[in-house]
């Protein structure tokens, strides 16, 4: 009786191995459908087209480093703010996370900047801060606000990363 039901159970397992590996094989086969019977909506794709095609120096990394470097030649007491979650803002716009931004004497840029969601806040030391970050691909573009404790106007600086390069460095000085 034992031996019976090891026999059993030895078919039930080379059962079910057969079907697994029948499954794994049929799910590498492309779907093979007359076009008579295809909903004339759809549309063919060769098998061409289902190739991706990567750009050989792609490293396929979701994240770059970025190393920031801010030497500011200043003893007075500051601090930092990276963020990428900003926009040009109305120039009526009290927000207090609003703040403008002088580019010249005639133009005055304003914008809205979420405080809360930068990638970095930290105090300056002697006006310097050094600091390499790993940041998501799709961040690509930041302002960099740099406060002063004595309340005058902040500097900024807009970044972008260079697409073109695979060293990436934000610098402020």
């Known amino acids: 009786m034992n031996s019976t039901l090891t026999?059993?159970?030895?078919?039930?397992?080379?059962?079910?191995?057969?079907?697994?590996?029948?499954?794994?094989?049929?799910?590498?086969?492309?779907?093979?459908?007359?076009?008579?019977?295809?909903?004339?909506t759809s549309t063919n794709m060769d098998s061409s087209s289902r190739k991706a095609l990567i750009d050989p120096f792609n490293t396929l990394e979701s994240t770059y480093?970025?190393?920031?470097?801010?030497?500011?030649?200043?003893?007075?007491?500051?601090?930092?703010?990276?963020?990428?979650?900003?926009?040009?803002?109305?120039?009526?716009?009290?927000?207090?996370?609003?703040?403008?931004?002088?580019?010249?004497?005639?133009?005055?840029?304003?914008?809205?900047?979420?405080?809360?969601?930068?990638?970095?806040?930290?105090?300056?030391?002697?006006?310097?801060?050094v600091q390499e970050l790993k940041v998501a691909n799709h961040d690509d573009v930041f302002i960099v606000v740099v406060w002063y404790y004595d309340g005058s106007d902040p500097l900024y600086q807009i970044w972008r990363k260079d697409e073109e390069s695979q060293y990436q460095q934000l610098v402020l000085d």
């Not at 979650?85 to 133009?107: P, R, V």
């Not at 930068?118 to 006006?127: E, F, K, S, T, W």
Request: proline share 1%; charged share 15%; aromatic share 8%.
């Open 7 to 40: 026999q059993w159970l030895a078919v039930i397992t080379v059962i079910c191995i057969a079907v697994q590996i029948n499954a794994c094989v049929y799910s590498g086969q492309e779907d093979e459908t007359d076009d008579s019977s295809a909903n004339s």
């Open 65 to 129: 480093k970025l190393a920031i470097d801010i030497n500011l030649a200043t003893q007075e007491r500051a601090f930092l703010s990276i963020c990428n979650n900003f926009s040009l803002a109305d120039s009526n716009n009290t927000d207090s996370n609003t703040i403008g931004l002088e580019a010249t004497s005639s133009l005055k840029m304003t914008y809205t900047v979420d405080f809360d969601a930068c990638l970095v806040r930290a105090p300056l030391i002697h006006g310097q801060y």
